[in-house]
């Protein structure tokens, strides 16, 4: 595969991650309402998912009895979402220059592989039911590979590279 086809993979798995932060970065802000449309929609399936059909419902009473009473608690969440949409701009780093910025990658990598034990640790700590731990695991799980694939790609072209330059000053010295 040549560097250019590699390049295009790198820029085409990054921009599922990129996309995937800010998505969760956007909808991190309005939470209730998204909360409450959720439960509209699971409201008819309770008899099927009854736990999780609870879990929604005991999420937006907190949501709204919190922004009622503490709405200074929710000003995390909105500091939750920031986070996202400034990771998702530090992605335009590897964007541009993949083999400059793979360190953005590998910090990507790091982060997912962080949510797991966060997730297993602090879940239960917070009385998380275990099939939202697994929606929380599904990020780590969501995010690694595309990540992982560019990460790939962005080493072949530094090699390829690598090859290149040797290639020209060998031929330099002749």
């Known amino acids: ?15 599922v991650v990129v996309v995937g ?15 409450r449309w959720l439960l509209r929609v699971l409201d008819p399936l309770a008899g099927q998912f009854p736990a999780l059909v609870a879990w929604i419902e005991r999420v937006h009473t907190g949501l ?3 922004g009622d ?9 909105d500091w939750l979402a920031f986070a996202h949409l400034v990771l998702a701009v530090a992605f335009w780093g590897p964007l541009r220059d993949p083999v400059r910025n793979v360190w953005v990658v590998q910090l990507g990598m790091i982060a997912c ?8 640790i602090c879940g239960p700590v917070r009385d998380i039911p275990w099939f939202w731990t697994l ?3 599904s990020f780590a799980v969501g ?11 962005i080493r072949a072209v530094e090699a390829a590279d690598r090859l290149a330059s040797a290639q020209v000053s060998a031929a330099g010295t002749r």
Do not use: C, K, N, Q
Not at 21 to 35: D, N, R, Y
Not at 69 to 77: A, I, S, V
């Open 1 to 15: 595969m040549d560097v250019e086809e590699r390049l295009r993979r790198v820029r085409r798995w990054l921009w």
């Open 21 to 35: 932060l800010f998505l969760s970065g956007v909808t991190a802000f309005p939470l209730e309402l998204e909360v």
């Open 64 to 66: 709204v009895e919190t």
């Open 69 to 77: 009473r503490y709405p200074f608690m929710l000003y995390g969440t």
């Open 113 to 120: 592989a962080g949510i797991v034990p966060l997730a297993l």
């Open 135 to 137: 929606v929380d695991l």
């Open 143 to 153: 995010a690694f590979p595309p990540l992982w694939f560019a990460y790939r790609h």
